[in-house]
């Protein structure tokens, strides 16, 4: 059952998470998942083929901005202050004109049937069990319909500016009627990231038709397709192999919504492959603008936030352009190497937004003690991606809950081992510059 609005929600999660896992293993039963971070995406990587390990795991170029957006936290140690009492901590927070359990967001991750067949299912419902609001990406592998039906738990959803304005529109008004709160356009990847992993493996996921339901399920892109397939001439001459196959298999599959037909009739169809190049054609665009935002105001009445932002001006100019919140990303890394990382420039953002709008923060948070130093610096809210990626791989939705539960748990601690009750309490004076 969800519970996205019940501030009570994540109240002494946890003492109950430690409390849960230490009792289990009186006969011998362990965590679904590692808790250690590290442990965690290990396991992960054996869970994975090599492919989807090294898309969900990778980072642009030679990794550098990974490695600057952890070291960022290293720089920043949390007081200990003793002796106050702390015996009931609330992790209670307000966004977007509501109450939530916790500061805690799921970030939009693609293509996650990589990781699980349930996918966006499975992480929408783990995410509502503990009132997490999930912001279901644009690359999502079931369409946003499905996944407001599967969870019925607080849902944002990102938004991929595409080429086409009818498509933008198509979706923005799809994602108001399926129940979302708000839009996350995603600024950062009008051309897609220098990813050396996936290119050692030449491998793209979307080439195989995965992680394109948003689009596939959408009347407009599907008139689009209809379009390309008829003006089209015969298809290029490929090299047919073993992976030649799977990869036909796999477009016609994920066509079928285009097609109306199944996997046999789908290779016979020219569908698949128009659906594949229209998305790639589509995805974005690198002639996106500040003056382009405002025709987002005409397609949705829902809150807009920009994701993205990492330079202090452009954080100014989101506020005044009248973006309902700042989303300060660099897109865990995937997309410029050597960026400054994210955690280096949120107390000067924060102070640039000066509390008009909501900042939301990610890009290397893998624990509760990350989301309290995001907090103290000037964050309202804190967004999660590959951790709850790697747990959805090692176990499903029972995987991601308890992800989730342990960042929230370590969070809750930490509040309380810092001598605070209250999140509204943690400001910069609870850390210590290194």
């Known amino acids: 059952m969800s519970v996205p609005d019940d501030p009570a929600a994540a109240r002494g999660i946890g003492r109950r998470a430690q409390s849960d896992i230490y009792r289990a293993g009186i006969s011998g039963a362990r965590p679904a998942v590692p808790v250690h971070p590290e442990a965690l995406e290990q396991a992960a990587r054996k869970a994975l083929s090599a492919e989807a390990f090294a898309y969900i ?182 090299r047919m192999t073993p992976k030649t196959v799977i990869a036909g298999v796999s477009m016609a599959r994920k066509a079928a919504p285009i097609t109306g037909t199944g996997v046999r009739g789908g290779l016979r169809s020219p569908l698949p492959r128009a659906a594949v190049e229209t998305f790639l054609d589509v995805f974005s665009t690198p002639a996106l603008t500040w003056a382009d935002l405002a025709k987002a105001r005409e397609w949705t009445s829902l809150p807009i936030i920009l994701k993205g932002i990492v330079h202090p001006d452009d954080a100014s100019r989101a506020v005044d352009a009248g973006a309902d919140g700042v989303w300060v990303s660099n897109h865990g890394g995937r997309q410029i190497d050597a960026s400054v990382p994210t955690l280096a420039v949120l107390p000067e953002i924060v102070e640039r937004v000066d509390g008009r709008v909501p900042v939301v923060f990610d890009s290397g948070v893998r624990g509760g003690a990350d989301a309290f130093i995001a907090l103290a610096l000037g964050a309202t809210m804190v967004a999660l991606g590959r951790p709850y990626a790697y747990g959805l791989a090692i176990a499903g939705e029972a995987g991601v809950r308890e992800v989730v539960r342990n960042v929230l748990a370590e969070l809750d601690i930490t509040l309380g081992l810092s001598g605070h009750t209250s999140i509204r309490e943690i400001a910069s004076d609870a850390l210590r510059r290194t």
């Open 57 to 238: 795991a990778g980072g642009a170029g030679a990794g550098r901005t990974m490695d600057a957006n952890r070291a960022a936290f290293d720089r920043w140690q949390v007081w200990p202050r003793p002796l106050r009492d702390v015996s009931d901590r609330d992790l209670s927070t307000s966004f977007l004109g509501k109450t939530r359990p916790s500061p805690l967001l799921l970030a939009p991750l693609g293509v996650m049937e990589m990781a699980h067949p349930e996918a966006d299912l499975a992480v929408a419902r783990a995410a509502a069990s503990l009132g997490v609001p999930y912001v279901l990406s644009n690359q999502a592998s079931f369409p946003m319909e499905q996944v407001a039906e599967a969870s019925g738990g607080a849902r944002l959803f990102q938004l991929y500016w595409s080429s086409s304005d009818e498509l933008n529109a198509s979706l923005l008004r799809r994602a108001e009627a399926s129940g979302c709160e708000a839009v996350v356009v995603t600024l950062d990847t009008h051309l897609l990231g220098w990813r050396t992993r996936d290119l050692d493996l030449a491998y793209l996921p979307f080439t195989r038709g995965l992680g394109i339901a948003q689009y596939t399920s959408d009347p407009v892109f599907q008139q689009l397709v209809r379009e390309r397939a008829r003006q089209a001439g015969p298809a290029p001459s490929v």
